[in-house]
């Protein structure tokens, strides 16, 4: 059984994360400065909205072997999202975060930590409700 996880976003108390456990990433970090060079477990993509600013991103985690895990097709881990939903009761999951969440819990973390997921600029939040 696996212990605990970091869940890493873009947000500003990114800056914060210790790096001390295995670390899943939300694969736009890649390209952050600060962040590009550092040691990730996982990293995850799942909004079409993004996908070409996304491309170089996926690049750069296959190029470095490291797992991305999604619902689409550039995948190298497939996320489940249907057992996923199953499991939990739910029929959707909203970004990112959640899905990572969702997958942490599903696989049996007993602890999560979350850097940089934080709330957005107030049009952020708008515009994803």
Same mark, same amino acid.
């Given at each position: 059984?696996k212990? *605990? /996880? @970091?869940i890493? #976003?873009?947000?500003?108390?990114?800056v !914060?994360?210790?790096?001390d456990? $295995?670390?899943w990433? /939300? +694969?736009? /970090? &890649?390209? =952050?400065? #600060?962040?590009s060079?550092k +040691?990730?477990? %996982?990293?995850?993509?799942? !909004?079409?909205? &993004?996908?070409?600013?996304?491309?170089k991103?996926v690049?750069i985690a296959?190029e %470095?072997h @490291?797992p991305l895990?999604?619902?689409?097709?550039? +995948?190298? *881990?497939k996320?489940?999202? $249907? *057992? =996923? %939903?199953?499991?939990?009761? /739910?029929?959707? &999951?909203?970004n990112s975060?959640s899905?990572m @969440? +969702?997958?942490?819990l599903?696989? #049996?973390y007993? %602890?999560i930590? &979350?850097?940089g997921v !934080?709330? #957005?600029? *107030?049009w952020?939040y708008i515009a994803?409700?």
């Open positions: 059984m212990k *605990e /996880v @970091i890493l #976003g873009i947000g500003p108390s990114r !914060d994360c210790p790096f456990a $295995e670390v990433a /939300v +694969a736009r /970090v &890649l390209t =952050i400065d #600060g962040l060079d +040691a990730y477990s %996982k990293v995850f993509a799942f !909004d079409s909205r &993004l996908i070409p600013a996304l491309k991103n690049d296959l %470095k @490291i895990v999604s619902t689409k097709a550039y +995948a190298t *881990e996320y489940p999202l $249907e *057992e =996923i %939903k199953k499991k939990f009761g /739910v029929d959707f &999951l909203k975060i899905y @969440i +969702a997958y942490a599903y696989l #049996g007993k %602890k930590r &979350l850097y !934080d709330q #957005g600029p *107030e952020d994803n409700r």
